[in-house]
């Protein structure tokens, strides 16, 4: 919870506001918009949420998005789910992603990196030319709008190729990281029955070639509705029987041809976790991810042509179409292929500095990684040009946010952001024109009334309650795959306060207009009636150098009673002995409070996380309830199956 009046960790100067592209869009928005021309974010935020349709139609023009076919108005039926956005409207996402070819032909669009770290650059001209190549080919294939297309490749140049072509011909993109099973990967891609598959022979990780041939093989098997699949030869391998080569489809020297689809027209297709039965297969549309993109990526992280952005990401995530999207803005994007820790734990820094990224993004665990490995970024990296360092996948607790202050620059701006892959963008993160408090995200995004409600839907301040979003946004799914009355789709965000969006995560919207993510709310630990939210504890205790990770989990017990288990995952060397008991308890105690100490602590081989890194609860909840494993999570959807055998193993042993 935050103190009432602490000071900010850092704060803008007049000379970053007065260039921000957030403050020119105000002046400009309440000359021609009637945005309000006095006050600062938090006035801005009022008006965005008050006057929808006027702040959508501000956006539209500020950014020069082109609609080849004029909108009828900015928002049909605005109720959720359902709402309709900029009817009649046509437009091209792929077109709006290759504008700065026009002007910066022959500056890098993209830089590649791979574990040598060297950056490989592929210019604006380039990219526009393979995109028109592959685009033309795809149509030949007979891929038409509406077709899904998929990708089991990982964050090099030719995913980015691939989608751009795939949204250029009105193909819905659909892409998982080869780390990925074959099991995972069908979960996702049976779902949507692709059309064609690029599919890459293998990948360089952590210094080791991956072959991925026999995965390969086992889709083209297990996908009836392939007519064709694409060989990315990263590895280096001849092309298989019956596929295309890359080079082939990528060598003409041809512009693309933008189809102009209807704004709700599907883009592309992400997938939940899926940690319980199949991934749910979320659908947004390609006018909905441009407007909304244009928001976040040019007036919340303030990128232009001048910079460089880079997100350690995968294709198996929703941040990488976030990245993707950087191209929207004009923004050099920077692709790392690679571990994240490899050959140290310093790669991701290492990467910034070459690539001269000016806004970096990572996990929140990668920065509490390097606290807890000492690490020293600015003393061992030139980081001059980093002017924004991002997280998310995970709150960054208090220590985080000292460490990077401390450790790369005071005057560094630090952007904890949160959002999902349900509108793969943000509900509240960076804003560069306010200061940052310690363990807070910045603000709530324009256009997004996010609020935090009480469980009889009352909004409160200042109090935990439920992440809620009461007016609809452009990237909110258009509908899930394989719903057709919506009511999986229902069911997900809008069962608990009808017409109104539940994300799932326990939140407090401070008095300051700063918000704070206190974990998942759908894995709520309730002691005698006081809702607490897992990422308060493993911020404390995680500060503990012998913990490395840790998960809690409380349970309902049949006799009314409750149980509240702290898992911990410990360093190499450490032992669970009576003396780190006891500190783990005390650092608990102080740190929250003595309603927090969990009733036992249980040393455990390591903490199973889905396959984008995120801590499973839910499931581990539902094993030491008894529910069987097969019935308690998706196998696919988890990074290591065997670890939940030992909390199977352990519910077995209690009962």
Not at 126 to 146: D, F, I, K, N
Not at 326 to 348: E, F, M, R
Not at 366 to 384: E, G, I, N, Q, W
Not at 608 to 630: A, N, S
Request: glycine share 8%; with cysteine.
């Amino acid at each position: 919870m935050t103190s009432s009046n602490p000071s900010p960790l850092w704060q803008p100067d007049r000379e970053r506001i007065a260039q921000a592209q957030i403050t020119r869009f105000q002046a400009w928005a309440a000359e021609h918009h009637g945005a309000p021309a006095e006050g600062g974010y938090a006035d801005l935020h009022r008006w965005s949420v008050d006057e929808l349709d006027t702040f959508w139609k501000a956006v539209t023009d500020w950014f020069d998005v082109r609609f080849s076919t004029p909108y009828a108005r900015v928002l049909g039926d605005r109720s959720m789910p359902g709402a309709e956005w900029f009817p009649g409207a046509t437009l091209n996402y792929a077109e709006h992603a290759l504008r700065a070819a026009d002007t910066r032909a022959d500056e890098p669009a993209l830089l590649y990196v791979d574990e040598t770290h060297e950056p490989r650059p592929v210019s604006w001209s380039e990219l526009r030319r393979q995109v028109g190549s592959l685009a033309a080919e795809l149509r030949a294939l007979g891929v038409r709008p509406g077709d899904r297309v998929s990708g089991y490749v990982p964050n090099v140049p030719q995913a980015v190729v691939a989608l751009l072509a795939t949204a250029a011909v009105g193909g819905v993109w659909t892409s998982c990281a080869p780390d990925f099973g074959a099991r995972s990967v069908l979960d996702r891609f049976q779902q949507v029955e692709p059309v064609v598959l690029f599919a890459v022979d293998g990948y360089r990780y952590g210094g080791k070639e991956h072959d991925r041939r026999d995965t390969v093989a086992e889709l083209r098997r297990e996908l009836p509705t392939l007519r064709a699949v694409v060989h990315i030869p990263l590895l280096g391998t001849e092309h298989p029987e019956g596929t295309l080569e890359w080079s082939a489809l990528t060598s003409s020297d041809i512009a693309p041809v933008y189809e102009e689809v209807p704004f709700d027209h599907p883009l592309w297709v992400l997938y939940s976790s899926g940690t319980t039965g199949l991934p749910k297969a979320i659908v947004q549309s390609q006018g909905g991810i441009l407007v909304e993109h244009l928001k976040q990526l040019g007036l919340h992280c303030d990128l232009g042509p001048e910079d460089r952005l880079f997100w350690y990401t995968s294709t198996g995530w929703m941040m990488w179409n976030f990245l993707v999207s950087g191209l929207l803005t004009g923004t050099t994007i920077v692709l790392y292929d690679g571990s994240p820790g490899y050959p140290d734990i310093g790669a991701q820094w290492r990467v910034a500095e070459r690539t001269g990224a000016t806004l970096y993004g990572t996990s929140a665990a990668y920065v509490m990684a390097c606290r807890k490995a000492d690490l020293h970024p600015s003393r061992d990296f030139d980081l001059y040009r980093v002017r924004c360092v991002a997280t998310t996948g995970s709150p960054l607790p208090p220590d985080g946010f000292r460490w990077l202050h401390d450790e790369v620059r005071d005057d560094l701006w630090i952007a904890s952001v949160s959002g999902g892959t349900d509108v793969c963008s943000c509900f509240a993160g960076a804003v560069p024109t306010l200061p940052v408090y310690i363990g807070e995200l910045q603000a709530p995004g324009l256009g997004t009334d996010l609020q935090s409600w009480d469980p009889s839907g009352k909004p409160v301040t200042d109090e935990l309650g439920e992440l809620v979003v009461t007016n609809p946004m452009p990237s909110m799914p258009i509908r899930f795959w394989n719903d057709p009355d919506g009511s999986r789709y229902h069911d997900s965000y809008f069962d608990t306060y009808p017409g109104v969006w539940r994300h799932g995560d326990w939140i407090t919207v401070t008095s300051r207009g700063s918000v704070v993510i206190h974990g998942r709310s759908d894995s709520t630990l309730n002691r005698q009636g006081v809702r607490m939210g897992s990422a308060d504890i493993y911020e404390a205790v995680e500060r503990l150098p012998e913990i490395r990770e840790s998960l809690v989990i409380g349970i309902e017990q049949p006799d009314g009673g409750y149980w509240m288990p702290l898992f911990v995952h410990l360093a190499p060397g450490a032992v669970l002995d009576e003396a780190l008991l006891g500190r783990i308890k005390q650092t608990i105690r102080e740190h929250l409070s003595p309603r927090h100490i969990p009733d036992e602590v249980i040393e455990v081989p390591g903490v199973p996380h889905t396959l984008t890194g995120k801590r499973i609860e839910v499931p581990v909840k539902r094993l030491l309830q008894g529910t069987p494993l097969e019935k308690a999570v998706n196998p696919g959807s988890v990074d290591n199956v065997d670890l939940l055998r030992f909390y199977e193993e352990l519910a077995r042993n209690r009962a």
